[in-house]
């Protein structure tokens, strides 16, 4: 069975930092996408991040230069640098982990595995 687990969520002032994690057990793709997503009350859960198992990573327009993904595969964990944070990156954050054996990052929610989420709280 397939377990995400996030950890490393907060409340932060704007234009500080945080170091979100993902322990992922009993995921068996060798070739896979791993994302973070994120989802602020009353709006739709949006991809922030991703990263293939060659090592591409690709982000969302908000977030660019700013968060850094990267995965640790020897500790089976997915990570999240988020630095220079801003308000509007308050919300829950959900580290992904795609359903199939395939280098696709998917945009459709229903494509992944799900951790239940850490909330950021980034303060003006």
């Known amino acids: 069975q397939v377990q995400l687990v996030e950890s490393g969520g907060g409340s932060v002032q704007a234009g500080g930092s945080l170091r979100l994690s993902c322990a992922l057990s009993g995921y068996i793709y060798s070739r896979h996408c791993m994302a973070w997503f994120r989802q602020a009350p009353g709006k739709e859960r949006e991809r922030v991040a991703t990263?293939?198992?060659?090592?591409?990573?690709g982000y969302a327009d908000s977030v660019k230069g700013r968060f850094t993904i990267s995965q640790d595969n020897a500790k089976n964990t997915l990570n999240l640098q988020m630095n220079s944070l801003k308000p509007e990156d308050t919300a829950m954050y959900y580290c992904?982990?795609?359903?199939?054996?395939?280098?696709?990052?998917?945009?459709?929610?229903?494509?992944?595995?799900w951790g239940p989420g850490t909330q950021v709280t980034v303060s003006s």
């Open positions: 990263i293939d198992s060659d090592g591409s990573t």
């Open positions: 992904a982990a795609s359903d199939s054996g395939s280098l696709y990052c998917s945009p459709l929610l229903i494509a992944y595995y």
